[in-house]
């Protein structure tokens, strides 16, 4: 874990860089849980961010079209009116599609950003990013 600091406004901030493996998730849970209840950001609020840290993380590792031993970063920013997380890695970007019903195992993770986020998306320059906000 890296990067750890103070930003304007009374907020914090925190980059991680982690491996893409399966230990990846865990690790910016606890980090970005860690560092929301220093904030005190906890309850419903910080559950529903750890739940898509986990969730984007999660895509990262299973999903990335990079290379296998390109990492994972992940930067968070609490402030007064939320959070935003961004999650970066090696590969070429994507198109989301929709959710399949047929298809119960998979296709949950943007889904649930798109129903919890209040806004979200993906950049495909330097890698992938896929970013999310949520308003106190």
């Not at 999660?58 to 999903?63: D, E, G, K």
């Amino acid at each position: 874990m890296s990067g750890e600091g103070e930003i304007a406004g009374g907020g914090a901030s925190l980059r991680l860089e982690l491996d893409r493996d399966i230990s990846a998730p865990a690790i910016a849970r606890s980090a970005v849980a860690e560092r929301l209840g220093d904030y005190g950001v906890d309850g419903s609020f910080g559950q529903t961010v750890v739940l898509l840290v986990s969730e984007v993380v999660s895509n990262a590792v299973r999903h990335s079209s990079g290379p296998p031993d390109a990492g994972i970063s992940l930067d968070a920013t609490v402030t007064e009116k939320g959070v935003r997380i961004a999650v970066t890695d090696a590969g070429a970007g994507f198109e989301p599609r929709p959710r399949d019903p047929d298809r119960l195992g998979e296709g949950y993770g943007l889904y649930l950003v798109a129903k919890a986020a209040s806004a979200w998306g993906i950049d495909s320059e330097n890698g992938t990013t896929v970013w999310f906000e949520l308003e106190r």
